[in-house]
């Protein structure tokens, strides 16, 4: 089995709003970066949410997937009834804004080749160390 990066969509890739759960919300910009950096540089990338768990919510991920230009994204349903995730491997982001938590200042990430512009959303909040990223501004 090949690696894998997984994304929530909900929160994390999506905006999600609470008056409207059924619908899937605008994308966030900082996570679409992320995802679309991972993609560029062929790794698998996979989307968790529980909308999968019927045919309807799967088309309808995988159309806002496709409309946001993230053809290639695989779709994994997640169980709804999750209500917490616990994993060494898990890397916290802030809900509704797609950015990295300023609380996971050891938090491993992973690398990819967008551009890290000083200043910017990537540059200022990552630094390279060897094979993976670490965030330095949480």
């Not at 995802?35 to 768990?53: C, E, F, M, N, Y």
């Not at 991920?61 to 898990?90: C, F, Q, Y």
């Not at 990295?100 to 491993?108: I, M, V």
């Not at 060897?130 to 965030?135: H, I, P, Q, S, T």
């Amino acid at each position: 089995m090949s690696k894998w990066i997984g994304v929530e969509l909900d929160g994390t890739l999506a905006e999600f709003n609470k008056q409207y759960p059924e619908e899937i919300g605008e994308p966030l910009g900082y996570m679409v970066s992320l995802v679309k950096g991972w993609l560029k540089d062929h790794q698998t990338v996979k989307v968790l949410t529980p909308r999968a768990s019927t045919s309807s919510g799967m088309s309808k991920v995988k159309a806002w997937l496709g409309d946001n230009d993230l053809n290639g994204v695989e779709v994994i349903a997640s169980d709804p009834d999750m209500v917490t995730l616990w994993s060494s491997r898990a890397v916290r982001v802030e809900f509704n804004s797609g950015k990295l938590c300023r609380g996971c200042s050891d938090a491993p990430v992973q690398k990819h080749s967008l551009p890290l512009r000083a200043g910017g959303q990537l540059g200022s909040a990552m630094r390279f160390v060897d094979e993976r990223v670490y965030l330095t501004d949480c």
